[in-house]
């Protein structure tokens, strides 16, 4: 039997849910400018978002206050169900501006549901993902709007991927600066490439990887791209192997998690210079224009990780989403 999932569309809740997709990206291109004075890394990255995708649900509850269930096969224990969860804090940060100036009652009650697919520490995005979808899906479940202000504030307190899948909501491909919540989208890229995607049962903790950068705050380089027309990284990467794509966190990651680094071996040798790694990883995924490709690409990838003992929590061929952050629609009770 082949090793690879097989991606599916969800299935839309129904009975008055209002649902929204968020999808998983990776970084085709990620420059680490420097440490700011206030301990956040100032980068510059191209991100991809792909149709591996978790689904956000909110409707109007009878009693009064929210609450969140977790269904789907990564429902893990990693993933909290309380305040600590990105969904449950998105809507909570949405429901308190609007409840300052009335626009909802101060006690509304609010059921949310998370579909996760996308695996967690992996750096796929899925906890930001989640937060820019919730907050489309509890805006067409209570009625109203935050402003362009209040959504800036709140999508920058949520974190730093999250901005890029509520601005790309119309391509899912786009630049980000700053700590990445200043965002410069693209157009969806056209065709829609491949994605050979294979996700270590190792995890990847963010902070320790940026961490093992070692960098001191100050000395900040100049954002390259920033304000000019920005390259595309797609442009090339497709016929020549990813050129141009590269990630300035996979040495770091590396010292991190040192079992990257055998994965790192394992793809040279198996797919030489194919493979990326996601963000801050674990994730590891490889671009193709051509789908057969990506498929005997990831078939290589995992027998030479079965090979050398490596464990997967995943293996698929995804596809760019070619959107963002996406209402699904409202169903009628
Ligand atoms: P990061 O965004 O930190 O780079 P990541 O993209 O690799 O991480 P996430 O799926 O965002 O991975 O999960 C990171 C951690 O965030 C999880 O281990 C979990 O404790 C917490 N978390 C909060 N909300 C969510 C959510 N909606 N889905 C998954 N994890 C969440």
Request: aromatic share 0%.
């Given at each position: 039997a082949s090793p690879v999932t097989e991606l599916r569309s969800l299935v839309e809740r129904t009975e008055g849910w209002c649902s929204a997709i968020a999808p998983a990206k990776v970084n085709l291109r990620l420059d680490v400018l420097g440490r700011r004075a206030d301990g956040f890394h100032e980068i510059a990255t191209a991100m991809l978002a792909l149709d591996l995708t978790d689904r956000v649900s909110a409707r109007l509850g009878a009693r009064p206050g929210l609450s969140l269930e977790l269904e789907g096969?990564?429902?893990?224990?990693?993933?909290?169900?309380?305040?600590?969860?990105l969904v449950w804090r998105a809507a909570a940060g949405a429901l308190e501006r609007a409840a300052a100036d009335g626009r909802?009652?101060?006690e509304l009650g609010v059921e949310l549901a998370l579909f996760k697919r996308i695996p967690s520490?992996?750096?796929?995005g899925g906890g930001s993902a989640d937060a820019a979808a919730a907050l489309l899906a509890l805006e067409a479940a209570a009625g109203f709007e935050l402003r362009d202000d209040e959504r800036r504030e709140l999508l920058g307190e949520l974190g730093s991927d999250v901005a890029f899948f509520d601005a790309t909501r119309a391509s899912g491909y786009g630049w980000c600066f700053g700590r990445g919540e200043r965002v410069r989208p693209l157009q969806a890229p056209q065709p829609r490439p491949w994605v050979a995607l294979v996700v270590p049962a190792v995890e990847s903790p963010t902070a320790a990887v940026y961490g093992a950068l070692g960098l001191a705050p100050g000395n900040l380089a100049t954002?390259?791209?920033?304000?000019?027309?920005l390259e595309d990284p797609l442009r090339g990467a497709l016929d020549s192997k990813g050129a141009g794509l590269s990630n300035g966190l996979e040495r770091a990651a590396i010292e991190a998690v040192p079992e990257l680094g055998q994965w790192r071996t394992v793809l040279d040798h198996a797919a030489p210079g194919e493979y990326h790694l996601a963000g801050s990883g674990s994730g590891w995924f490889a671009l193709h224009a051509d789908e057969a490709a990506a498929h005997r690409s990831i078939e290589r990838a995992h027998a030479a990780a079965v090979v050398a003992g490596l464990g997967t929590r995943l293996v698929t061929v995804a596809r760019a989403?070619?959107?963002?952050?996406?209402l699904v629609g409202t169903e009628a009770e």
């Open positions: 096969p990564l429902a893990s224990p990693d993933v909290p169900v309380d305040g600590r969860n909802c009652p101060a520490r992996a750096g796929l954002s390259p791209a920033e304000g000019d027309v989403a070619g959107h963002g952050a996406k």
